[in-house]
């Protein structure tokens, strides 16, 4: 396995092919699906995690982004971490979880965040408490379309960075989710 990590302006042409075909793989149009409006909008990431394995094909990625944030009035530097994404024949190999490690190491030790937060299905949590996240205890606000929306609890994660988790009763990402 492979792991390049690279800021997003530096993707090149074929990088970004690669990741565009990953994600169809990951998330296949569905034929007639009906849209639900407002659709969640997802910011693109700052930093890819590319994983590759032996023969050199893209298998896995991980995102990362920071945003100052605002925890109750409190001005922070957070951590994103979003994308997670493996081919499908891939999966259970250990790729997803070397990137997410590495974004967590990132954004710690190189963009020294307050802390990193993710956005997942309820079913995922069990995956990312290996890591060391645990549920946001507080609400998260962030944009959908003109409004904003407070995420259901068990779809926020946090692991904490430069200090321990704050207790924030309302943390506003100021923009879109990732
Ligand atoms: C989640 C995902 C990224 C994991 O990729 P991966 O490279 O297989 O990850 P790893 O090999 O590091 O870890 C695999 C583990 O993830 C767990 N996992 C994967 N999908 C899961 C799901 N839907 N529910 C619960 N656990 C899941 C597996 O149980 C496996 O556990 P094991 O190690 O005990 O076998 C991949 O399954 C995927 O792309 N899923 C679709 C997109 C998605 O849901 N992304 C996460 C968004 S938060």
New binding site residues.
């Given amino acids: 396995m492979q792991l390049e990590f690279i800021a997003a302006p530096q993707l090149d042409v074929a990088d970004a092919a690669a990741l565009a075909a990953l994600h169809t793989a ?2 296949p149009p569905k034929p007639g699906a009906k849209k639900a409006a407002p659709q969640q909008a997802w910011v693109a990431p700052q930093w890819h995690i590319l994983i590759r394995d032996e023969a050199d094909q893209l298998v ?1 990625h991980v995102g990362a982004v920071t945003r100052l944030c605002l925890c109750d009035s409190n001005e922070i530097l957070l951590g994103g971490i ?1 994308g ?3 081919q ?1 024949a ?9 990137g ?1 490690g590495r974004a967590i190491d990132f954004l710690r030790q190189e963009m020294r965040v307050e802390f990193s937060l ?4 309820p ?2 949590q ?2 990312y408490r290996r890591f060391g996240f645990s549920s946001f205890a507080g609400d998260t606000r962030a944009r959908r379309g003109d409004s904003e929306v407070i995420f259901p609890r068990n779809e926020v994660m946090a692991i904490a960075a430069q200090k321990p988790l704050p207790k924030c009763a309302l943390l506003d990402l100021c923009g879109l989710p990732w």
């Avoid at 891939?90 to 070397?98: D, I, L, N, P, V």
């Avoid at 993710?118 to 299905?121: D, G, H, I, S, Y």
Wanted: with cysteine.
């Fill in positions: 990951v998330y896995s979003g997670v994404m493996t499908p891939q999966r259970g190999k250990g790729y997803a979880g070397a997410v993710l956005f997942c299905a079913r995922m069990s995956y």
